[in-house]
């Protein structure tokens, strides 16, 4: 209902900022922000927000977080929406975002490997976005 009054580009900066502040509520958002991408069938730039380093931190943050599930959302984000060969990302930007993916390889669980793997060879976007639509939507909230 907030996001149908607001500008969505100030919707999702808030909503990024709100994930970064507190731990609890990432798998819950990050499902979220997944959801309305197999909604919309692509990725508008509004879904980005209005600040790129609070976007960074974000991704960051979710990709170090503890819950594999957080990670393989954000990890889905990744892939969908920050490609290494867009050129839309500064360089630092993409070294923090290779740095926190490459410690989920840390966790050996394959499908966050797969994923990651994934995003480097830059492949997957268009069935990783159909294989989110299919499996992720039987998923409720994690307690």
């Known amino acids: ?15 990024w900022r709100a994930l970064i502040s507190d731990p609890s509520v990432r798998y819950q ?9 197999t909604k919309r069938r692509r990725i508008g730039r509004s879904i980005l927000g209005d600040n790129r380093e609070t976007l960074i931190t974000c ?9 594999t599930l957080t990670q393989r959302n954000f990890l889905d984000f990744v892939m969908l929406a920050c490609p290494l060969n867009s050129g839309e ?13 490459l410690c989920v390889l840390l966790r050996r669980d394959m499908s966050l490997n797969r994923r990651v793997y994934n ?12 294989r989110i639509s299919m499996s992720s939507m039987d998923l409720t909230t994690v307690g």
Do not use: P
Not at 29 to 37: A, F, K
Not at 94 to 101: E, F, I, K, M
């Open 59 to 67: 991704m960051c943050l979710g990709l170090e977080d503890s819950n």
């Open 89 to 101: 990302f500064a360089q630092s930007d993409v070294l923090r975002l290779l740095s926190s993916a």
């Open 29 to 37: 958002g990050s499902y979220y922000v997944l959801s309305q991408i």
């Open 119 to 130: 995003w480097l060879e830059g492949h997957g976007a268009e069935s990783e976005s159909q």
């Open 1 to 15: 209902k907030v996001k149908a009054v607001t500008d969505r580009t100030l919707f999702y900066g808030c909503l």
